[in-house]
């Protein structure tokens, strides 16, 4: 079997199976797959807004990225502001 191309794999819904037992399982439940990346982003993202605080920092700062309120910068200038060298 050959596998998609990377966009094609990028590009990919889930997959809802819904279950036809007769007569119906006690607690059996439809099912969604998702592909391996897609669970792991997932994951981090609850990760990430678990903490209400952490949570508060990062909503905050994507409304200021989508109201552009802060003008963008380089990484570069970013690191000399910050004095942080590049490691190589």
């Known amino acids: 079997m050959q596998r998609p191309k990377r966009r094609e794999r990028e590009q ?4 809802h ?9 006690a607690g059996a439940e439809d099912v969604v797959l998702i592909s391996a990346s897609e669970l ?7 990760h990430l807004l ?8 990062l909503l905050t700062a994507l409304n200021r990225a989508r109201e ?16 942080v060298d590049r490691e190589d």
């Open 12 to 15: 990919c819904s889930p997959a």
């Open 17 to 25: 199976t819904v279950r036809q037992e007769d007569p119906p399982l």
């Open 40 to 46: 792991a982003g997932l994951q981090e993202t609850a």
């Open 50 to 57: 678990s903490s209400p605080k952490n949570a508060e920092r």
């Open 68 to 83: 552009r309120t802060v003008a963008p910068e380089s990484v570069a200038a970013l690191r000399r502001e910050l004095g």
